[in-house]
């Protein structure tokens, strides 16, 4: 008897769909079970083979729970918000609203056809305003509050906005970019602008100034994963660091939390040691060195404060604002070179490289545990 594949898929596949035999209903009398795939981008005239890759996986692993009795939720949606759709759009001279849509029924098509087990019926789509008002609401939430350590948790900005009328910083144990002292007094005094951006060190949404991945040909900034050999994937533009005033979030504010919640994740111990790497936690010391015939100081980070009286030379990232403030004449010219050379380079690649590079500022820094006659030269490097 022939096995005609064909009809039997598309029948059974109708069935599936018309029956949503996939959709997760609410059943107390099951365990939840959660299967999150990762989104495409629907930026494509289709799937490529990596998609169903993944998912055939997820998908199996899926109705393996559904047997063993759990009530799996398992949805589907597309990252359709975003520089891959509009550069598709672009590049075939089209509205991206329009192609996003025509690549996400025919990317729906595809799916179906392979027969996955999602549940339609919580589709997400990012471009969808029903949808992107939630991530808009959640940054504003994370725009109005800061987090206290004492209490271990976000609070509305305003409590602390309260805390500054009444004692000015004192008492305040909150995550910050800068640690800041001043009076009530002093707080009182200040005009609307003025506090406002001494509210921006404390809020978990804040801007800031960070060095990124700057395309002038696509007006836009780039994720790393965007970059490759100095010019954009998409297109082959130019592309080159520079320091601009960003959005960020204060995750790091979270890391002692995010370190003993994931005790209770049923994770692997290498995926666990995997995310404790990537949280980077680190506890040690702040010092600062001075710089010779000159009022910067050079604050860094160190775990190991008992090697400082071995230093012998201070190291300035490339985008550093020190840099071209601490050059000297005599060595600006080598400088400029090497800035010149290195800006194309993204952070990643720039860790990727082990080859150590560098160049001589002109600088020198004293060392701050004043040992006598010490002092240090300052490089420029990668």
């Known amino acids: 008897m022939e096995y005609n594949h064909k009809e039997i898929e598309s029948r059974w596949q109708k069935f599936w769909r018309d029956n949503d035999i996939y959709k997760?209903?609410?059943?107390?009398?099951?365990?939840?079970?959660?299967?999150?795939?990762?989104?495409?981008?629907?930026?494509?005239?289709?799937?490529?083979?990596?998609?169903?890759?993944?998912?055939?996986?997820?998908?199996?692993?899926?109705?393996?729970?559904?047997?063993?009795?759990?009530?799996?939720?398992?949805?589907?949606?597309?990252?359709?918000?975003?520089?891959?759709?509009?550069?598709?759009?672009?590049?075939?001279?089209?509205?991206?609203?329009?192609?996003?849509?025509?690549?996400?029924?025919?990317y729906r098509s595809q799916l179906d056809k392979i027969g996955f087990s999602f549940d339609w019926s919580r589709e997400v789509r990012t471009c969808d305003p029903g949808y992107y008002k939630w991530t808009q609401w959640a940054f504003m939430q994370m725009f109005d509050h800061y987090y206290d350590r004492d209490a271990d948790k976000a609070l509305p900005i305003d409590a602390l906005t309260e805390r500054f009328a009444a004692s000015g910083t004192e008492g305040v144990n909150a995550a910050c970019g800068k640690e800041l002292n001043f009076t009530a007094e002093e707080w009182n005094s200040w005009d609307e602008r003025r506090q406002r951006e001494v509210l921006m060190n404390y809020r978990i949404a804040y801007q800031g100034e960070t060095m990124v991945n700057w395309c002038p040909a696509l007006g836009t900034v780039l994720a790393n994963d965007e970059v490759s050999e100095g010019v954009s994937v998409r297109g082959g533009h130019p592309v080159e660091q520079r320091v601009m005033n960003q959005w960020c979030l204060r995750v790091s504010a979270y890391a002692p939390r995010l370190l003993a919640d994931m005790e209770e994740l049923e994770w692997s111990d290498s995926l666990k040691e995997t995310q404790r790497n990537w949280i980077?936690?680190?506890?040690?010391?702040?010092?600062?060195?001075?710089?010779?015939?000159?009022?910067?100081?050079?604050?860094?980070?160190?775990?190991?404060?008992?090697?400082?009286?071995?230093?012998?030379?201070?190291?300035?990232?490339?985008?550093?604002?020190?840099?071209?403030?601490?050059?000297?004449?005599?060595?600006?010219?080598?400088?400029?070179?090497?800035?010149?050379?290195v800006k194309h380079k993204t952070e990643r690649e720039r860790q990727i490289d082990k080859r150590v590079s560098g160049v001589f500022t002109g600088a020198y820094a004293i060392n701050p545990l004043r040992v006598p006659g010490c002092t240090w030269v300052i490089r420029s490097a990668t």
């Open 24 to 106: 997760a209903e609410i059943n107390p009398a099951k365990k939840k079970f959660y299967v999150l795939d990762m989104f495409p981008y629907p930026s494509g005239a289709g799937l490529h083979v990596g998609h169903p890759l993944g998912y055939i996986a997820s998908d199996i692993y899926s109705r393996f729970k559904r047997l063993q009795g759990f009530n799996v939720l398992h949805p589907m949606g597309y990252d359709a918000y975003g520089l891959p759709a509009e550069q598709y759009a672009i590049q075939t001279g089209q509205h991206p609203e329009k192609t996003t849509t025509e690549n996400i029924a025919r």
């Open 280 to 341: 980077g936690r680190s506890e040690g010391a702040e010092m600062r060195f001075g710089v010779k015939d000159s009022d910067v100081e050079l604050e860094i980070f160190t775990t190991r404060a008992d090697t400082i009286f071995g230093v012998t030379f201070m190291v300035l990232a490339p985008e550093s604002a020190y840099v071209r403030q601490l050059v000297t004449p005599e060595q600006k010219e080598a400088v400029e070179k090497y800035l010149d050379e």
